[in-house]
């Protein structure tokens, strides 16, 4: 059986439709299925029965409607997986392509059209060089009341806000804050602000909070850039952040620092 065949009979009707600002979402196993689909329509005959597919690289772009579903697809959506799928279709289709290779990039946005597949894909005839690894990277904090004064950044996706954890008005735990705000810091929201690192951009993006709405700026070179909740804006080393009236530097380490 394979590896994507054992995770559909494990998740069962588990994770089966996933609720995403209150309308039905796509199966994370329709969007495998549906990638892989789309993706072997581009095998090519090159006569007398032979088959070739011309690419070597998919850059696959998941559109998710809110940090529960990215953090869902990132969890069940996996590249290896897809890549090892991959190969076996292409192999049933007569190609021998053992050296393709799928990347998944998860990123939150507004869905305006229900109709629209929720991913769109980056065709590649030659791989592109990819970061080896995530750079190592903080937050420093330059104004406000904090948890710390530094924060390394250790993971691809850091929250910000205050309080170092939200709590539903049911008492249940909504998410952990890994730069937390003293509750004084009244200009700084519960939930403000994310910071995602994209591998396939090699970077990393600040987000504001959709349930912010004190706004998120970045601030460079003498312009404030406003941050929104679906496209973020890429962060560059030396970049200040402003979450109302707090403020925190993001700095990415350079070699022999």
Sequence with gaps: ?????????????????????????????????????????????????????????????????????????????????????????????????????????????EVNDEAAKPFRIEYRRKRVEHPSARPTARLVVLQGSASEKELAIDRDLVYVGRLNEVKSKSGGLERRNDLAFADTETTVSRKHAWLRYHPIEGKFRVYNDPACSLGTQVFRDGRIIVCDSTRGVQLRSGDELHLGNAQIRFEIETTGE
């Design 1 to 109: 059986m394979k590896p994507l065949d054992k995770l559909e009979q494990m998740l069962g009707g588990v994770f089966r439709k996933i609720p995403a600002a209150g309308s039905q979402a796509w199966e994370p196993i329709e969007i495998r299925r549906e990638i892989i689909r789309e993706i072997t329509e581009h095998v090519q005959s090159k006569g007398g029965g032979e088959y070739i597919f011309p690419f070597a690289e998919m850059a696959v772009e998941i559109f998710a409607r809110d940090p529960t579903e990215q953090q869902t697809f990132e969890a069940l959506l996996d590249a290896a997986e897809l890549t090892e799928e991959l190969k076996s279709q292409l192999r049933t289709r007569g190609c021998k392509m053992d050296n393709v290779t799928v990347l998944i990039d998860v990123v939150q946005i």
